[in-house]
């Protein structure tokens, strides 16, 4: 998503400074979307996640792997017996939880970043060939992905985790294969529609290449559908992740990453409830905010929901 | 109408047969095999690994297992399970109705809160009604379902004392199950309060693995409706002076509809992961604890058998939504 | 399309015949019912074709009796369907002169004709010996323990001396044989059940409706959900003063204590540690706990450098802090170990000197074997709870900040269960955690079992075959003399230490919560859990 945002940035000014032009597609965009509160809201809280991620060694009170062994499962700072300098209390080995935390925003984010970004290429890509080349390519592609999409989707990444074993790239790859398949039919819908339209036909008979189709002419009108996807597709990786880790295949100890922190807090529920809940609000308001992004990009985007 | 119906099935087939394939392939290429798991802290002697292999048919190579076992699924055997040497048939259906009444009543409950609720926050936009409908969707959609679920245990069940913590029904009643449905079984039973008892062990089940559904159904709901609401006709229905309510309630209805039926035929495979989860926690004794406890016991056949018939059901129910879709609006018929 | 149908048939019928049994003690007026929540499904109801606690809770320490068999509570021997026993002086041949008038249970296909004899011996072990039994290979044929216990080679043959009396020939002379005969595996099935359901032919009905002499009868099985018995009226030792026995099956640990304090459980097992504190608060609950008879380590692979150096496994002993361990990771239900063996087993070496926690003497150790600067390694985690180790990642965080702090930089490495075991037994971690339960209290079960040199590639994770302490292993098993035995057991523990192939971590205190109602619960060292002699208050 920093690519949306580094370029929102850069334009605006650019934007001012030649009053006279049309409104420009970003900025009506911007307009749009900033008209939406939620996805404000939801777009402050990922920026305020990503700053705190990126600095999370100057902002985080403690190391996130060190154990204050006189220290263990002590409670949050409000409540009696705990302090203020682990402020949502610790964790059974005597680790700060509020520090974990902030170090599992990095670990939350990357996965979201690498399964977006992988399956966006790998799924637009396999999408495009679908939809261009129809036929047998086309059939494979999609016969494959009724296949994917008829098996339940956890249990696919279980499997493929499994298969590679247990580790936070493990995970994140088998997530990046189980959502592939939603890449795979935006791109070729919107191919497919896309191909019908009179430019295409007459780039064709111009001599254009099939390349330049692709990537040119077709691509950039899929684009709306397929950045909503990724904003989403981000919430989806955070989550599946975190399911993963807490079944035990995700990433392992003593990584702080927030599904991971829940499994290994489970046992906790009814003596020490902060080791539960505040990983588990943590994963929430992430996903959080990044489907309020989502829902206002999506807002902003379709063009059947302008006013 | 026919011919799309037969069109659709004839991509049923080779879907069915990749099914069987990427089923094979998944749980054979898990390390680790269930000799190993038999043999446990203590290790299997190569002499009894040797045997259990040629009994089971792992010493054949790959490619020879799975013709066999296409072969087999064709006749409609999908094997032994490894661990407890029965049918994995029998398996599955003792087990199926424990997660087809889960997913009825979460999916039931989804559309009895999720509908209502998306027309009314749809019809008033942009009042508080429809915020906190919103909001409150867009946090059960964002919601991690495992720790959803531990927090209405420990909320409902621990501290309250409200709902039973587990199982399908309290364990005082024991009695003939024809259906495999608890509630349907336990009103047959005539027991005293078996029914009540089985009502109260589905309540967080259902309420867990109904949330995201729900979520889902109410904001397609609300946005189908809105942009119904915007059409042309409506707008001259009501300009006809027609009352608000049969505005919304039968032409507007009608016609929103139509998404959310589709959606709500997506979600039986989103139930199926749901339930994987749920089951675990709560310790319904459905098809995905099953699935899960075959993974990690790597019980071969039962893991194919199992995601065959779940890959299966779920090819089934999206030929019926897309049928019933294409009953609805005729136009999806020439489009694809 | 065959198959469903059947399927669905059977399940139908053997609903059906359930209800017929069970509608009479569950509508009696004050049917005393106690409800055990259990772990998982059981694998079937044969005790001798599975090896995990959890089918041999549902089997045979309900269903079946055996020839000898463990005194509820202790690892001590005493007669069951045996009354009396005589070994021959060169320890080869045991006679067992069996019990009269024990009767076996009934169900809708089968009625007794006749009591338990010589013939039921002999079909419940030539099942399992010889292959050409006609029930050697039905459901499975997987006699895991009946080989793991080395039966098919130290038994020759079983001779039946008269009805009352069998004799067993042995091809060697081993000390824990009888021992191995109060084992699961060596549960007694009817012959004459057996035979009826072979010439019905459905053989393998034997193991999924069992029949055994057992205090309860085993009445009903829904997988995920219950497993269902009655009090066997006609039982040898008295009737049980229980009428039914119900298994709750709750997998998840928070859940099954959140049932037992809504009363919906009387008694489970395998407790989070983190709840032991509120069980034990809580009025309703008595937690019982008593020490276990298992030890939980950590492997050094003895083939791989720097392991090879019994200095750098001594010094990282010497760096682990196993009293924080026993806090962090057993909640305090654990004891720092010393010795490979448990103290609950007779030999325990109490003289052995544990190598104490001492970062300092460890860095010199390690610098004196070269490694001044450290190395890199990997601790490898399991993935399962196991009474001897309820939480093995956490476990590994302890030790690998431990080390750290003297020099050794080591990854956590973890795979899912069936694969930990396959990639370890091939040895291919560095160090790993793992642990063990004994099987019949003998410390061979322990010192050659998971140390001998026969187990390398095996249950020996460490890979550690060292003649001294196998010369010595080896003479005890077959030496009769218990004082002898003893001697030789406690020197080996000595060289163990020594040589230390292992870190040897904790032996966790086993804990039940049992609710107050339940009457005379004891906990089974094995890890069993025994339902004959326990009683509900009114």
Same mark, same amino acid.
């Given at each position: ?307 | ?24 392939? #998944? ?55 490894? #661990? ?53 969707? #867009? ?198 | 399309?065959? +198959? ?191 035979? %009826? ?7 393998? %009905? ?15 099985? %829904? ?131 544990? &190598? ?6 460890? +860095? ?13 390694? &990997? ?45 370890? +037994? ?40 060292? %003649? ?71």
């Amino acid at each position: 998503m920093a690519t949306i945002d580094t370029k929102i940035d850069a334009d605006v000014p650019a934007v001012a400074h030649e009053p006279p032009a049309p409104p420009s597609p970003l900025r009506e965009f911007w307009e749009r979307f900033s008209e939406n509160r939620g996805a404000l809201i939801g777009m402050w809280v990922i920026v305020v996640i990503t700053v705190l991620a990126v600095f999370a060694d100057v902002v985080a009170p403690h190391s996130p792997t060190q154990q204050f062994a006189q220290f263990q499962l002590l409670p949050p700072a409000w409540q009696e017996g705990g302090q203020l300098s682990f402020f949502l209390g610790t964790d059974p080995v005597g680790r700060d939880i509020l520090s974990r935390l902030i170090h599992g925003a990095r670990f939350s984010l990357f996965i979201g970043l690498v399964v977006v970004t992988l399956s966006l290429i790998v799924g637009v890509a396999l999408g495009l060939f679908a939809g261009f080349f129809k036929g047998v390519v086309d059939n494979l592609i999609m016969r494959t992905v009724d296949i994917m999409m008829a098996l339940p989707s956890l249990l696919l990444a279980l499997a493929v985790v499994a298969i590679l074993g247990p580790s936070l790239v493990n995970a994140m790859i088998a997530i990046a294969i189980v959502v592939l398949p939603q890449y795979i039919r935006i791109t070729r819908a919107a191919v497919l529609a896309e191909m019908t339209k009179e430019y295409v036909t007459a780039s064709r008979i111009a001599g254009a290449s099939v390349f330049r189709l692709m990537f040119i002419n077709i691509l950039p009108n899929a684009m709306a559908p397929l950045i909503v996807q990724a904003t989403l597709g981000f919430s989806t990786a955070i989550l599946d992740a975190a399911a993963l880790g807490f079944l035990g295949l995700g990433a392992q100890p003593p990584t702080p990453e927030w599904g991971t922190m829940l499994a290994d807090a489970r046992e906790f529920i009814r003596r020490a409830w902060w080791v539960m809940t505040f990983p588990g609000l943590a994963i929430l308001i992430t996903v959080l905010a990044f489907n309020l992004m989502g829902d206002g990009l999506r807002d902003a985007l379709d063009p059947r929901l302008k006013k | 109408m026919l011919s799309f119906v037969l069109r659709r099935l004839a991509l049923v087939i080779p879907t069915f047969f990749g099914v069987t394939l990427v089923a094979f392939l #998944l749980v054979h290429l898990i390390p680790g095999d269930a000799i190993d798991v038999l043999g446990g802290e203590r290790g299997v002697s190569p002499e009894l690994r040797a045997r259990l292999m040629a009994e089971l048919g792992l010493d054949k190579p790959l490619w020879q297992q799975y013709l066999i076992y296409v072969g087999n699924v064709f006749q409609g055997d999908l094997g032994i399970s490894t #661990l407890n040497r029965k049918p994995v048939w029998e398996e599955f259906f003792a087990r199926f109705p424990a997660t087809l009444e889960l997913s009825i009543t979460a999916i039931l409950f989804a559309i009895i809160v999720g509908l209502p609720a998306g027309i009314i926050a749809g019809v008033r936009r942009g009042s508080a009604f429809d915020h906190s409908v919103m909001g409150a969707a #867009l946090t059960g959609y964002s919601m991690p379902i495992f720790w959803w679920a531990l927090l209405m245990i420990f909320f409902f069940s621990v501290t309250l004392g409200w709902t039973p913590v587990s199982g399908r029904i309290s364990v005082i009643y024991f009695f003939d199950q024809p259906t495999g449905f608890m509630l349907i079984d336990s009103l047959l039973s005539g027991e005293k309060g078996a029914f009540r008892s089985a009502v109260s062990h589905l309540i967080l089940p259902t309420i867990v693995l109904g949330t995201i559904p729900l979520a889902v159904i109410a904001r397609m709901t609300r946005s189908s409706m809105i942009e119904v609401l915007s059409d042309d006709y409506i707008r001259t229905a009501r300009a006809k002076g027609l009352s608000p309510f049969l505005v919304v309630n039968v032409h507007a209805l009608r016609n929103a509809l139509i998404p959310v039926i589709t959606v709500i035929g997506l979600q039986v495979g989103t139930l199926l992961a749901g339930a994987i989860l749920t089951e675990t926690i709560f310790s319904w004794p459905g098809i995905g604890r099953w699935m899960i406890e075959s993974i990690g016991r790597r019980d071969y056949p039962s893991v194919q058998g199992g995601i065959l018939l779940i890959a299966s059901a779920v090819i089934i129910v999206n030929l019926v939504v897309d049928v019933l879709y294409s009953i609805i609006n005729p136009r999806i018929r020439y489009a694809s | 399309m065959k +198959k469903p149908i059947t399927g669905l048939a059977v399940t139908a019928a053997v609903a059906a015949a359930g209800l017929a049994l069970a509608t009479a003690p569950a509508k009696t007026a004050h049917a005393k019912t106690l409800v055990y929540c259990s772990e998982g499904d059981p694998s079937g109801f044969n005790p001798s074709l599975f090896t995990d606690g959890t089918t041999f809770d549902a089997s045979s320490r309900q269903i079946y009796n055996r020839l000898v068999e463990f005194e509820r509570g202790t690892t001590n021997i005493i007669p069951a369907l045996a009354e009396s026993w005589e070994v021959s002086e060169d320890g080869q041949t045991y006679t067992f002169k069996l019990r009269p008038g024990v009767k076996f249970h009934s169900n809708d296909s089968f009625a007794p004709s006749r009591d338990f004899n010589a013939d039921d011996v002999l079909y419940s072990f030539e099942r399992q010996l010889l292959e050409d039994h006609p029930f050697h290979t039905v459901s499975g044929g997987t006699y895991e323990y009946f080989a793991a216990m080395s039966m098919d080679s130290l038994v020759t043959s079983i001779e039946k001396v008269d009805d009352m009396t069998v004799r067993f020939n042995l091809s060697r002379p081993e000390a824990p044989f009888i021992a191995n005969l109060g084992m699961d595996f060596a549960s007694v099935l009817s012959a004459e059940y057996a035979q %009826q359901m072979l010439d019905a032919g459905t053989p393998e %009905q034997v193991d999924l409706a069992p029949i055994g002499t057992g205090p309860f009868v085993f009445v009903d099985f %829904q997988p995920g959900a219950t497993v269902r018995f009655r009090a066997f009226d006609d039982y040898f030792r008295g009737r049980s003063p229980l009428d039914n026995l119900v298994f709750a099956i709750t997998p998840d640990s928070s859940v099954r204590f959140a049932k037992m304090q809504a009363g919906e459980c009387h008694v489970t097992l395998n407790p989070n540690p983190a709840d032991l504190q509120a069980m034990a608060d809580d009025p309703e609950i008595d937690l019982i706990q008593r020490e276990g008879l298992n030890v939980g380590y950590l492997a050094y692979n003895t083939e791989k450098e720097p392991y090879t150096d019994a200095r750098v496994r001594k010094a990282l002993n010497m760096a682990i802090n196993k009293q924080a361990i026993i806090d962090a990771v057993f909640q305090d239900a654990g004891t720092i170990a010393k010795n490979p063996l448990p103290p609950t087993i007779w030999s325990y070496n109490e003289a052995t000197v544990d &190598d104490d926690y001492d970062p300092g003497a460890a +860095k010199a150790l390690l610098a004196e074997a070269g490694f001044g600067d450290g190395f890199e390694t &990997d601790i490898w985690a399991m993935p399962v709870q196991r009474p001897y180790n309820p939480n093995a990642r956490r476990m590994a965080e302890l030790i690998q900040a431990d080390w750290a702090a003297v020099g050794v930089t080591a990854e956590i490495v973890s795979f899912e269960w069936p694969e930990y075991l396959k990639r370890s +037994k091939d040895a291919e971690h560095q160090t790993l955690l793992l642990g063990w339960t004994g099987d019949n209290g003998d410390p061979d079960n322990f010192l050659a079992t998971l140390l001998g040199c026969d187990a390398v590639r095996g249950s020996n994770r460490a890979q550690w075959c060292h %003649q001294p302490f196998e010369e010595l292993v080896q003479a005890a098993k077959v030496t009769a003399d218990v004082d002898e035995r003893t001697r030789l057991y406690e020197q080996a523990q000595l060289v163990f230490k020594e040589e230390a192939p292992w870190a040897t971590i904790a032996h966790s205190v086993v804990s039940q919560p049992v609710r107050a109602e339940v009457i005379d619960w004891k906990i089974d060292p094995f890890g069993g859990n025994i339902f004959y002699g326990v009683d509900l208050a009114e």
